[in-house]
């Protein structure tokens, strides 16, 4: 088994045919690691833009790429084709979060009519799996920088943003972290279904009605005799959460009923809330269904 960690860097380019904002990727860094996280090869390729030959101000400054450098570099189906025997096959390729993804295929999507990448057959999210790894959570996103310093990785003379040593920096994290069994349960085949999850975009349900919503996710309890509170007015939707007011029949406190639900790719998730209308104590809870 081999492992292959990828990073691009992209411009923020205005495209005529999108009518709209395109990530065009400028260059594109890897190393191939083996087994053991020793690197065997590296990949380093500047792409010459197409879209917009205007690197941006904020890329300049944050990658020190020029817009000569890129000027000079190789078009997008050739760094691609280089990249793919690069890869070779059955590699389990990483990122550091799954931006970087996205963007790529945002890329073969542009220029191939087809936003599957070519030589992706397993996949892991390095830094979710890092994160993981370290205890650290994973609602909050580490900077690999950051986490790099973190572990007192070396990382002088890589204070700018160059795809190549992000990779080599990612791929010091990769030998910190790695674990054989959690990383074989980490890594995902890139199949219809992992492209759909994706690309899936969670939006707010807006109707009380809708079949999603269990009835039990609108009950809400007092927070002093534990009964079941009344529902005094209609449901409102606003600022993405749904509100109402209840009543305790026994010892007559008013409350704001508040559900929250996100439609994810695996299902609904509900967040409520319940505050207390006359007292300014709140009491939150939440779950996923
Ligand atoms: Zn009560």
């Known amino acids: 088994m081999t492992y292959v960690i990828l990073d691009l860097e992209w411009n923020g380019a205005r495209s005529e045919k999108l009518g709209g904002y395109f990530n065009e990727i400028i260059e594109i860094g890897a190393v191939r690691l083996s087994e053991d996280g020793r690197i065997e090869d590296r990949f380093d390729a500047y792409i010459r833009p197409v879209v917009s030959r205007k690197l941006t101000r904020l890329v300049t400054d944050l990658t020190g790429i020029t817009d000569d450098q890129v000027k000079k570099g190789v078009s997008f189906g050739q760094a691609m084709e280089s990249l793919c025997r690069f890869v070779g096959e059955d590699a389990v390729v990483m990122t ?26 397993a996949y892991l999210d390095l830094q979710h799996y890092a994160q993981l790894r370290l205890d650290l959570g994973t609602a909050q996103q580490v900077a690999l920088g950051k986490l790099a310093e973190q572990l007192n990785l070396n990382s002088e003379a890589m204070e700018l943003h ?22 074989k349960k980490a890594t995902l085949a890139v199949n219809d279904e992992f ?10 349900i807006r109707e009380i009605d809708d079949p999603l919503i269990r009835r039990a996710d609108l009950r809400f309890s007092c927070e002093h005799c534990k009964r079941n509170l009344k529902r005094v007015g209609e449901w409102q939707f606003q600022h993405r959460f749904f509100t109402a007011t209840f009543r305790c029949s026994a010892c ?11 439609r994810k790719y ?24």
């Open 195 to 204: 492209y759909r999850r994706l690309t899936f975009k969670p939006t707010f």
């Open 96 to 121: 550091w979060s799954n931006t970087d993804l996205t963007v790529l295929m945002e890329n073969c999507r542009y220029f191939y009519g087809d936003e599957r990448i070519p030589f992706l057959s």
């Open 252 to 262: 007559k406190a008013e409350y704001v009923g508040r559900v929250q639900a996100k």
């Open 162 to 183: 160059h795809a190549i040593d992000d990779s080599v920096l990612a791929a010091a994290i990769f030998r910190r972290v790695y674990e054989p069994f959690s990383f």
């Open 266 to 289: 695996d299902g609904v998730e509900i967040k409520k809330r319940l505050i207390r209308k006359t007292a300014e104590k709140e009491q939150e809870t939440g779950g996923a269904t």
